[in-house]
Nanobody, 121 residues
Framework: VQLQASGGGLMPPGDSLRLSCALS????????IAWFRQAPGKERDWVSC???????HYSDSVKGRFTISRDNAKNTVYLQMESLKPEDTAVYYC????????????????WGQGTLVTVSS
């Protein structure tokens, strides 16, 4: 099982960015995929989740700005981030869980290596 997160970078406030999580060895029909983020010196926070029924959930801090989606043919999950703010700066991780929906990192079985998003002028 492998999750490969990519797409991070340095962006000015207000800009957009799309993160990708390429999965191998994970069947999206049976796993929920989430994005978490961890800012320097802070705990890892849940950002968004999409389950096998395409039900999506967002944290209050990103609701209305971020969109999670998946492409089963490519076995890839995306996080489209709009109207970026400096407080979005963090390492973003994708993770896979056999639980239908969870915001708890301990419920996730597999993790990607993380991709750094920096929002700064």
């Amino acid at each position: 099982v492998q999750l490969q997160a990519s797409g991070g970078g340095l962006m000015p406030p207000g800009d957009s960015l799309r993160l990708s999580c390429a999965l191998s060895g994970v069947n999206l029909d049976y796993y929920a995929i989430a994005w978490f983020r961890q800012a320097p010196g802070k705990e890892r926070d849940w950002v968004s989740c999409i389950n096998s029924a395409d039900s999506t959930h967002y944290s209050d801090s990103v609701k209305g700005r971020f969109t999670i989606s998946r492409d089963n043919a490519k076995n890839t999950v995306y996080l489209q981030m709009e109207s970026l703010k400096p407080e979005d700066t963090a390492v973003y991780y994708c993770a896979a869980s056999s639980v239908v929906f969870s915001t708890t990192p301990a419920h996730y079985d597999y993790w990607g290596q993380g991709t750094l998003v920096t929002v700064s002028s």
